[in-house]
């Protein structure tokens, strides 16, 4: 199946209580995968470092992040040590469950720091553009009535009025030791008192599947962006959808060095990327952006097993006389998403890199992953070059007549159908009852 990228997003209204029983006659595709037990009653990061606690066989002193920018390494232990005792200091300064706190950051260790504490809080962090003017700022700020932002001194003139009205500021230096400020003289708070707030003083706050821990604001397709309300049930399971399993859908280890230059604020690299590399116990090498030589250098230095891309990414490989002078052999998997990508340029880009598997996904921010090639299993199957893939696993998809509503066998074209626990709980502010399973993402064509 070869996705358009006009993508349409739609809700369905339900004016009555009793819904219509689903037609028996529907057409309902699924993974060749089969369906797996999801954990998805544990909180989010409970289910991320399942396997570092209990009976769990991780060893928290392996690698978890590598700054691409410094050379630091955090491992699984400080990455959980690091998470609690943030959470400790924004609970200190005020924060509670539910409470709202913009990440204003670009990728970096301090944003997954700053992520998993605000999610083992309870409360909910809402993921900003840091190219985004002030009025752009300001604007999701009062619409997802963030509490405190989280950013970096260079950006902290965009949030002038905001400060004004209340919201509390946390700054990260431009230039310090580690990325942290040490002392602050502009009325911001330092992010050094949350790394050394004393993790022994919050009790482990009680959280329910159903919490709202994300809100990345997404337009759907028209009109202006919304908070996309995503619960921990939610992207736990997302993320398992795709790493969990005895064949998982993406097979992500322990021993795998997964390269992150993606922006961190959006649900590709936050869900697919960094959420689910810990999950499995691999090293994340967090880049601030993608520059061609730099990446081609990080590969060869740290062995990169797992290169996620973008098409405009792909045809920067592609172009490229200097992927030459560059070792990119320790790639084993290309994983291209945000966008389709021809089958032309997935077939030159495996000239670059001779030994990994090309592939794609596809999924928005309001369903998770949606489909996912099947070449990524730990157990492959035989996929077609310039397809998204196959239905993700505990999931389901049927095809819609636009004008009928008629549920479609193979090879027709209309409006895809989701449904599964991984989908969005709503948007900030909406009015209307969603659907609870169906939501209509995006028109395809074969």
């Known amino acids: 199946m070869v996705l358009q990228q006009q993508t349409h997003f739609l809700t369905k209204k339900i004016d009555q209580e009793d819904e219509e029983e689903e037609p028996s006659h529907d057409f309902i595709f ?3 995968l089969p369906d797996i037990f999801i954990p998805n009653h544990l909180p989010l990061t409970d289910y991320v470092f399942q396997r570092f606690s209990g009976d769990g066989d991780g060893d928290s002193s392996t690698t978890c992040i590598i700054d691409g920018a410094t050379g630091r390494i955090l491992t699984y232990a400080d990455v959980q040590t690091n998470m609690r005792r943030i959470a400790a200091g924004i609970h200190r300064l005020g924060i509670r469950h539910g409470d709202v706190v913009m990440l204003l950051l670009p990728n970096s260790p301090e944003f997954a720091l700053s992520f998993l504490a605000v999610a083992y809080l309870g409360a909910v962090s809402t993921t900003a553009n840091p190219f985004y003017t002030q009025p752009e700022i300001a604007k999701q700020a009062k619409a997802s009535a963030a509490k405190m932002i989280i950013t970096k001194k260079c950006l902290v003139d965009k949030l002038t009025n905001l400060k004004n009205d209340g919201v509390l500021i946390v700054c990260l230096d431009d230039d310090g030791d ?6 602050s003289d502009d009325g911001c708070v330092s992010f050094t008192e949350l790394t050394q707030a004393d993790e022994t003083e919050l009790l482990k706050p009680k959280i329910s599947p159903e919490d709202t821990v994300a809100m990345p604001y997404s337009s759907g397709t028209t009109g202006l962006p919304k908070g996309v309300m995503i619960t921990h049930k939610g992207l736990v399971t997302s993320i398992a959808q795709k790493v969990d399993g005895e064949n998982p859908n993406l097979n992500f280890t322990a021993n795998d060095v997964i390269l992150c230059f993606l922006p961190m604020f959006h649900i590709y690299a936050l869900d697919a990327l960094m959420l689910s590399a810990m999950r499995t116990g691999a090293a994340l090498l967090i880049v601030p952006r993608f520059e061609l030589n730099l990446v081609m250098e990080l590969i060869q230095r740290y062995k990169v097993t797992v290169v996620p891309v973008a098409p405009p990414v792909v045809l920067a490989f592609i172009k490229s006389p200097e992927t030459e002078r ?11 998403g945000a966008a389709t990508l021809k089958k032309e340029l997935e077939d030159a880009v495996r000239l670059k890199f001779p030994n990994a ?21 730990k ?13 993700i696993r505990n999931a389901e998809m049927k095809v819609v007549d636009t004008e009928t509503g008629i549920s479609l066998p193979r090879n027709k074209s209309g409006e895809i ?23 209509f993402l995006w028109e395809n064509k074969h």
């Open 30 to 32: 699924r993974s060749k």
């Open 178 to 183: 580690n990325g942290v400020v040490s002392s």
């Open 326 to 336: 560059y070792d990119l052999s320790s790639v084993r998997i290309m994983l291209s």
């Open 357 to 377: 598997i090309f592939g794609q996904g596809y999924g928005m921010t309001e369903s998770g992953t949606v489909a996912k090639s099947l070449a990524f299993a």
């Open 379 to 391: 157990n492959p199957f035989k996929t077609k070059s310039g397809a998204c893939g196959t239905v």
């Open 417 to 439: 159908c989701v449904r599964g626990h991984q989908l969005m709980k709503g948007k900030k502010g909406q009015t209307i009852k969603l659907c609870p399973f169906f939501f």
